[in-house]
């Protein structure tokens, strides 16, 4: 991506997270990113692309803090619990709560691009913790999967009434955890 591009994904995350994409048009990004709107159609082509440019970059940003996290735990069944970690360090400058959560409540259309990267975002940490869960020696580790799966997306939906539920989430995950593991 050139730096204009990164410019102008830049401008529209802060945008599109804090006002909302619908809320947010092409002209108000071009405005903040300093870029002319004929610079922005050349360099994403519509503004579902764009938006779709700035969910791709969120989530790699996530999914490098939350692998980050995993590698970081001294055993398995810590890895299992990591990306609630994950979500404590990412949630202190992310208060809006999920923006790929709000993006799947703004975005209805199947066929949007954006809709498509907040999904697989969603696929994939369902498909994380169920890695984690079987790595940790789960009895069910698909069961687990989905327990934390739900458990971490209602500490997302929660988020904006205060972080103090990251923590009993968190603690909830362990528990859950341990309660699945044999050896732990």
């Known amino acids: 991506m050139t730096p204009t591009g990164q410019r102008i994904v830049e401008a529209a995350e802060d945008l599109f997270y804090h006002r909302g994409i619908t809320a947010v048009g092409v002209d108000l990004?071009?405005?903040h990113s300093g870029a002319s709107k004929r610079t922005l159609y050349n360099q994403f082509g519509s503004k579902e692309h764009l938006v779709a440019a700035y969910l791709s970059a969120r989530d790699a940003r996530w999914r490098t803090l939350t692998e980050a996290e995993v590698a970081a735990c001294g055993d398995a069944v810590d890895a299992v619990t990591a990306p609630f970690v994950a979500l404590q360090e990412w949630s202190r400058t992310s208060s809006r709560g999920c923006a790929f959560l709000n993006a799947l409540a703004e975005l209805p259309d199947p066929d949007d691009p954006a809709r498509?990267?907040?999904?697989?975002?969603?696929?994939?940490?369902?498909?994380?913790?169920?890695r984690l869960a079987e790595e940790a020696g789960a009895t069910a580790p698909g069961e687990l999967a989905t327990q934390l799966f739900l458990l971490h997306e209602g500490a997302l939906a929660t988020l904006p009434l205060g972080q103090e539920d990251l923590g009993a989430g968190a603690e909830l995950a362990r528990a859950l955890t341990r309660a699945s593991i044999p050896s732990a």
Do not use: P, Y
Not at 116 to 127: G, P, S, T
């Open 116 to 130: 498509r990267i907040a999904l697989e975002q969603k696929r994939w940490l369902r498909e994380l913790f169920e």
């Open 29 to 31: 990004v071009a405005e």
